[in-house]
């Protein structure tokens, strides 16, 4: 069909809603090969479903083993690529299915941050860690001071690049690792723990950088975390994991409102989330704070009334 006849002689289609997805998944079942020949296949993802926005923040909990870094490592085709094993259902970068498309040609979609920052620096410098990306893609040299220029701008780390990243903190370390997958500007950058071996400051600042991105540069993020009091705070959904199945999903204010729900992916909940659970039980009330700012306002106004 050419463009001139397509859809001649028909009623015009509502737009697809799913047009502008980033990232879609589709029943995606993976099981890694056996370690011995002979043994069977354990299924690590058995059904996941997820749908990406340009700009959404999405976290994924769950419980260790539940198939959280298997689901990370298939979004840009590392899962099956070079895991092998077997694999059904799909997942589509800007339409573009991850079976078709190498990792090469996926990464600079689809940033992947991992857990140690120390194993995914090794320059010797901030800029040449930033580099090191665009110069595997081709990026010619001139565009590429500019991308070194402003993926560390965007993560606060211009003034140390030309440090050596053994010489940063762990959350600075982070940055630079986040850095590094921005230079390549992906439309989707997910984060398979990216905190959890950084002090509450650390924390802060990947957080607060990762917010950013997607603020200001519709950026969509996938964040793999344990950090519920930030989860609740940035998320626009959150999805729990259980056995490699989503067993709930939904903003954050129903997620961790949902006790059973979150009692099976044995998460946390925010504190101010288990003050208005105690409180509601207590007194009739149904808040469904997630901050303290949360808390602080609807406190206040249930005094007023
Ligand atoms: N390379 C691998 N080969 C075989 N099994 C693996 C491999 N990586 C992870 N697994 C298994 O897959 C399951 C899910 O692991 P993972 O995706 O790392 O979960 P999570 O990140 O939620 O802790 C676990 O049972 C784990 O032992
Ligand atoms: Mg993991």
Redesign the pocket.
């Known amino acids: 069909m050419t463009r001139q006849n397509a859809g001649q002689g028909r009623a015009p289609q509502a737009p697809d809603p799913r047009a502008d997805l980033v990232l879609q998944v589709r029943d995606l079942h993976y099981a890694?090969?056996p370690?011995h020949e002979g043994d069977e296949f354990?299924d690590?993802l058995r059904g996941v479903d997820l749908d990406l926005h340009p700009g959404e923040f999405v976290s994924v909990m769950?419980?260790?083993?539940?198939?959280?870094?298997?689901?990370a490592l298939a979004l840009n085709g590392i899962v099956p690529r070079s895991?092998g094993g077997r694999y059904r259902g799909e997942v589509l970068v800007h339409g573009a299915s991850t079976k078709e498309h190498e990792v090469a040609e996926l990464a600079p979609s689809v940033g992947v941050v991992f857990q140690d920052p120390e194993t995914q620096l090794f320059c010797m410098s901030v800029e040449d860690e930033v580099a090191f990306g665009m110069e595997n893609l081709g990026v010619p040299a001139p565009q590429m001071r500019t991308r070194l220029a402003e993926a560390l701008a965007l993560v606060g780390m211009s003034e140390y690049r030309t440090r050596s990243p053994r010489q940063l903190s762990g959350g600075q370390k982070q940055r630079v690792a986040i850095a590094a997958v921005l230079a390549m500007r992906p439309s989707v950058i997910v984060l398979?723990e990216p905190t959890s071996g950084l002090d509450p400051i650390g924390k802060h600042e990947v957080f607060s950088v990762v917010e950013q991105l997607r603020r200001e540069h519709s950026i969509a993020v996938v964040m793999?975390e344990h950090e519920c009091d930030q989860i609740a705070q940035f998320s626009d959904r959150v999805l729990l994991?259980e056995a490699?199945r989503v067993i709930t999903e939904g903003p954050p204010a129903d997620v961790f409102y949902d006790q059973e729900a979150v009692a099976r992916a044995g998460v946390c909940i925010p504190q101010v989330a288990e003050v208005a659970t105690e409180l509601n039980a207590l007194t009739g009330s149904a808040h469904r704070f997630l901050t303290v700012a949360d808390a602080f306002v609807g406190l206040h106004d249930q005094e007023v009334a």
């Not at 769950?62 to 689901?71: C, D, I, S």
Request: proline share 10%.
């Open positions: 890694y090969p370690l354990v690590v769950g419980p260790t083993g539940a198939g959280k870094t298997t689901l895991t398979d793999i994991l490699g």
